[in-house]
């Protein structure tokens, strides 16, 4: 067989089996041919080795061919995840509402800290306390935003992996249907780089510490400022219940 | 052996070659049929398959003197199969040579 009629051979058996893309096919066997021709060899011997044009059309066929007929296994896979999807979005946007209530935490513990230290008091709502306290509780708000920051991080980053694991599973249940090949499943952990990761852990703690320490300080300080243990009363914040 | 059995394996062997480098067709078919015996042919449809599962992808690079050649690269997802795939294909050929050596060692 020459080089011709093998391609010829190979194409009319491919159109036969309906595979798609055949010119890109031919392509790669004209390729061989070249690549063979060049080291020396005939066309009848490399037409030979490539094997039988209708079993190699029918390996395309066979790599293809699942992907056609099953439509109404898809219907009935499609609805079914369908159903799941009512249930698994909304859940997976409340996850989500999470990271905007830490997002939102973030932000009040910004203003307070920075409304303490400079000062400030928008709407008159904080209650007032010596300068000496109002550093030391601003210190422990700072605190609190850089843990509630990272929370977002976290939270966000596995909540992006969730939904894109749950993706892959839909993915891979409508794949399944149609007799196609399923991927791996998505793994639902952070893929932050080892350094950055152990960086990030190094200011979870030291925020941790310092917005434990710093709540205690700020009691103990109070305490001691207002010289009452239930100091809140004796600077009268929530409106003299006690005088 | 039987060729369907065969098949498998090549299409773990393409992308064991894939790992290290992307390759062109040729030289995948070559790579491979000049270690084991299989018609030069098989290795085609293969790619093909691998390519609509999505764990290669291909491109058009530029050879001087000649056409464009097609390479194929290993996407994210190939490499993770392959990885995967690899660990548990070894496994599966430590324990099948075992039990065949057990054998040999029984009939003696």
């Known amino acids: 067989m020459t080089k011709n009629e093998f391609l010829s051979l190979l194409q009319k058996q491919l159109k036969q089996r309906e595979v798609e893309d055949i010119g890109d096919i031919l392509q790669e066997y004209e390729e061989h041919f070249a690549f063979k021709l060049r080291d020396g060899y005939s066309e009848e011997e490399i037409a030979a080795k490539l094997g039988d044009p209708g079993e190699i059309a029918a390996q395309y ?45 973030a932000a009040a513990s910004l203003t307070v800290a920075v409304s303490y230290i400079g000062g400030l008091n928008p709407y008159g709502i904080l209650p007032p306390m010596p300068t000496l306290c109002a550093l030391i509780t601003a210190v422990t708000m700072l605190a609190l935003m850089a843990l509630s ?95 | 052996m039987n060729v369907q059995y065969k098949k498998g394996v090549i299409e773990l062997c393409v992308l064991a070659l894939l790992e290290h480098r992307d390759c062109y067709g040729y030289e995948i078919s070559d790579t491979i049929s000049r270690r084991i015996d299989i018609s030069d042919g098989t290795v085609y449809p293969i790619l093909r398959k691998l390519k609509s599962d999505g764990l290669v992808t291909t491109y058009l690079q530029e050879e001087s003197g000649g056409p464009p050649r097609k390479y194929y690269k290993l996407t994210e997802t190939g490499s993770a199969q392959f990885r995967q795939d690899r660990a548990e294909w070894l496994q599966f050929i430590e324990a099948a040579k075992a039990i065949m050596e057990d054998d040999e060692n029984d009939e003696k």
């Open chain 1, 61 to 105: 066929a066979a790599a293809s061919a699942p992907r056609r007929n099953n439509t109404g296994m898809k219907i009935i896979a499609g609805t079914g995840l369908a159903f799941v999807d009512i249930v698994t979005f909304p859940f997976l946007a409340a996850l989500y509402a999470f990271s905007a209530v830490l997002s939102a935490l």
């Open chain 1, 149 to 243: 920051v990272l929370g977002v991080y976290f939270w966000t980053g596995l909540v992006t992996q969730l939904v894109k694991s749950y993706l892959r599973y839909r993915k891979n249940f409508m794949a399944a249907a149609s007799g196609s090949t399923k991927l791996l499943p998505y793994p639902v952990r952070l893929k932050t780089p080892p350094q950055l990761w152990r960086t990030l852990r190094k200011i979870v703690l030291i925020s941790l510490f310092a917005f434990v320490a710093g709540f205690v300080l700020t009691y103990a300080v109070c305490a001691i400022s207002a010289g009452a243990l239930e100091w809140w009363h004796a600077w009268n914040w929530f409106g003299g219940a006690l005088n």
